[in-house]
């Protein structure tokens, strides 16, 4: 199984906008509504943010929020804050009790 | 409040068995139907899943380590383990237990994490 493709970085201002993508195949994010993201700071286990594409854990700020289209899900992080910055990481169900995770972005806050 | 707790050597040989136990306390393995899962991370790379178990004693593994991984319960003790046998330098990882949100099902959704342990292999 190949690991699910994230971009490396990805950044904003303070108050923006940022999409985090997170490309799988059909056998994973493309055919199962189980994509899960995390925030991972350094030195820190990581934390879940969004599970099963968009719903939010409790204590989540609803500034972030998850989609999927197709093989491609999505991380957007709206009102970016400086404690944003972080590795986001997304995993997917893979069929057979299998799960998959992407590469890891590292979002900076400019 | 649900805590994980890993431990076992920093340290371990070439070729030889890496053994660690995730211990939970907050709440009884047994009656929670629940998969608890191993998760690793090489420095400075990115999360791979190795397996989950059920607190009844059945366990899948991520395909690409099935053949060296096996993951035990010991509701007893109220902890969990993970043996990886014949270790090389690219096993050396930040090792986390974890425990999903949801029952029954492994689906990606860790919610409680360990604090990690940091595993090197070498001679």
């Known amino acids: 199984q190949s690991a699910l493709t994230q971009p490396p970085s990805a950044s904003g201002s303070p108050g923006q906008s940022v999409t985090i993508s997170c490309t799988g195949t059909?056998?994973?994010?493309?055919?199962?509504?189980?994509v899960s993201w995390y925030q991972q700071h350094p030195g820190k286990a990581p934390k879940l943010m969004i599970y099963e594409v968009s719903k939010r854990p409790s204590g989540v700020p609803d500034r972030f929020s998850g989609s999927k289209s197709g093989n491609m899900a999505s991380l957007t992080v709206s009102g970016l804050q400086a404690e944003d910055e972080a590795d986001y990481y997304c995993n997917s169900y893979a069929g057979s009790n299998n799960l998959v995770f992407g590469g890891g972005t590292k979002l900076t806050v400019l | 409040q649900l805590q994980l707790q890993e431990s076992g050597p920093g340290l371990v040989k070439p070729s030889e068995t890496l053994s660690l136990t995730c211990a939970v306390s907050?709440?009884?393995?047994?009656?929670?139907?629940?998969?608890w899962g191993w998760i690793r991370q090489p420095p400075g790379k990115g999360l791979e899943w190795i397996g989950s178990i059920y607190y009844s004693g059945s366990a899948y593994y991520n395909p690409s380590l099935k053949s060296r991984v096996t993951i035990s319960v010991d509701t007893s003790k109220n902890q969990f383990s993970l043996k990886l046998s014949s270790v090389t330098a690219a096993d050396t990882a930040v090792y986390y237990c974890?425990?999903?949100?949801?029952?029954?099902?492994?689906?990606?959704?860790?919610?409680?994490w360990g604090q990690g342990t940091l595993v090197t292999v070498s001679s």
């Open positions: 059909s056998s994973d994010v493309g055919g199962y509504n189980y």
């Open positions: 907050g709440g009884p393995i047994s009656s929670s139907s629940y998969y």
């Open positions: 974890a425990r999903p949100l949801k029952m029954a099902t492994i689906l990606g959704d860790f919610y409680y």
